[in-house]
């Protein structure tokens, strides 16, 4: 079975700049989740999508961040324009819906590395 | 507000000891909590979960423990193996809720041959 794939892996940009990373979850996974992870410090939650819809964008900084999920499968999430701390790693997971008893368990990519310079 | 909590930042063990791991959380509506391991330039891997309706859950080598009272949970290795070594990241969710993970820190472990 694939796993989630991610890209591109690694991206330099300076600031002020845009950049776009792209995830294309588990074939059959509805539910597709966008994490930032800063050096030193577990993954944050940015954004969950349902299928086509936004479950949770709480804390999406929307000023600068954007993200779509077209046709329920692949994503895209945008940061223009870029900020230094906006340097870290955006992964992206997937997950089919849990129960009670065997919970939510989140599949995820390898990860885009972005350094703000 | 840090929710999930892994107050110690690195934990070295010797090959074929036990690897303890703690996690504590705040939000009382965690039901269900997750291990997570990740190996440098890797995404997180799944490793075991619990469920609040639990106090153990054992899968080979890795048992995790719950305490609801006192809102913690535990990751143990026996007997830990130099592969081992990662950070492992503690995770809850809310099931009745939104069910987004809520993670900690990590914790880097290092288990030396």
């Known amino acids: 079975e694939a796993g989630v794939a991610q890209s591109p892996r690694y991206k330099i940009i300076e600031k002020r700049q845009s950049v776009a990373f792209w995830c294309n979850p588990i074939s059959g996974h509805a539910t597709l989740y966008w994490y930032q992870q800063i050096l030193g410090q577990g993954p944050k939650l940015l954004i969950q999508?349902?299928?086509?819809?936004?479950?949770?964008d709480s804390q999406l900084p929307k000023d600068r961040f954007s993200a779509e999920r077209l046709k329920g499968v692949d994503s895209t999430l945008k940061i223009q324009p870029a900020k230094l701390e906006d340097s870290a790693v955006y992964l992206c997971a997937s997950s089919l819906r849990g129960t009670l008893n065997t919970g939510v368990e989140l599949f995820f990519g390898e990860g885009s590395r972005l350094t703000v310079l | 507000d840090q929710q999930v909590k892994q107050n110690s930042p690195s934990l070295s063990v010797q090959e074929g000891r036990i690897s303890i791991l703690n996690c504590d959380y705040t939000?009382?509506?965690?039901?269900?909590f997750l291990w997570y391991k990740k190996y440098p330039a890797e995404g997180p891997t799944f490793l075991i979960s619990?469920?609040?309706?639990?106090d153990k859950n054992e899968d080979g080598r890795f048992t995790v423990f719950l305490n609801k009272s006192a809102k913690h949970l535990s990751l143990h290795i026996v007997p830990s193996q130099p592969g081992d070594s990662a950070v492992y990241f503690c995770a809850a969710s809310d099931q009745g809720g939104s069910e987004k993970l809520v993670f900690g820190k990590g914790m880097k472990l290092t288990v030396n041959p």
């Open positions: 999508f349902q299928n086509n819809g936004v479950v949770d």
């Open positions: 939000n009382s509506m965690f039901d269900y």
């Open positions: 619990i469920s609040s309706i639990k």
